[in-house]
């Protein structure tokens, strides 16, 4: 079946790094993603990462892809008050997009 | 490009009321997908269609929930009658089938309110 599970709730320091972590069911999707909601918007591609690369690193963000364990995950370094937002996994083994339950991270001073 | 539009951006009715949603994707895109956002629930995928034709609408809640695709740059989402329960922010997405990474556009959502 299709199903992606993520924890619900993160909560970080500013300046400490933030790992959200995704497990997901279907290994035929091509791709996986990462999608972030700010309060009061729409979701928004974050990044995402080809489903034959183990690592993608794009400025403070790092998606890890273990495929083996079908486990995905989301670090940013040096994380800002600007990042408190929710944080969907996703993937894509048809044409829509299974989404995770979403990560709410919240950044303290 | 503009995004995808959403119209209205906020809608307060009255139980048994008539609300309709509606939805312009980014040119070019040839599938649209209608979600529903709610603190219990979460993010549901409502119904989506490719090239106009509705492909899963097994995420409609039940009949009074009904979605049109008329052409390629619009789109309705229909609730009649409204209840209380279907308040949630309703969202629209599109994207290009088969000719990229798969990503989808959202809108800025609507924010239905029934009383």
């Known amino acids: 079946g299709e199903d992606v599970e993520q924890s619900l709730f993160l909560s970080v320091r500013e300046g400490d790094s933030s790992v959200i972590n995704c497990t997901y069911t279907?290994?035929?999707?091509?791709?996986l993603y990462w999608y972030k909601q700010e309060p009061g918007a729409g979701l928004q591609l974050l990044t995402y990462i080809f489903s034959n690369m183990d690592m993608k690193q794009d400025q403070r963000l790092t998606v890890l892809l273990n495929k083996k364990d079908k486990h995905l995950s989301l670090r940013i370094a040096d994380t800002q008050t600007g990042d408190s937002a929710i944080y969907f996994c996703a993937e894509k083994p048809t044409d829509k997009l299974i989404f995770g339950t979403g990560t709410r991270l919240q950044v303290f001073p | 490009d503009a995004g995808v539009i959403q119209s209205p951006r906020h809608e307060v009715t009255e139980m048994g009321q008539e609300v309709t949603l509606r939805c312009k994707p980014i040119s070019g895109h040839n599938s649209l997908f209608w979600y529903r956002q709610t603190m219990m629930r979460g993010l549901e995928l409502l119904i989506y269609f490719n090239n106009n034709v509705p492909i899963d609408d097994s995420g409609m809640p039940e009949d009074r929930f009904s979605a049109k695709m008329p052409n390629a740059s619009f789109s309705t989402l229909k609730i009649q009658p409204s209840e209380p329960r279907d308040s949630a922010v309703y969202f629209c997405?599109?994207?290009?089938?088969?000719?990229?990474?798969?990503?989808?556009?959202f809108g800025p959502g609507t924010r239905l309110t029934v009383l």
């Open positions: 279907d290994s035929s999707s091509t791709y």
């Open positions: 997405a599109s994207t290009l089938q088969r000719g990229g990474t798969g990503e989808q556009f």
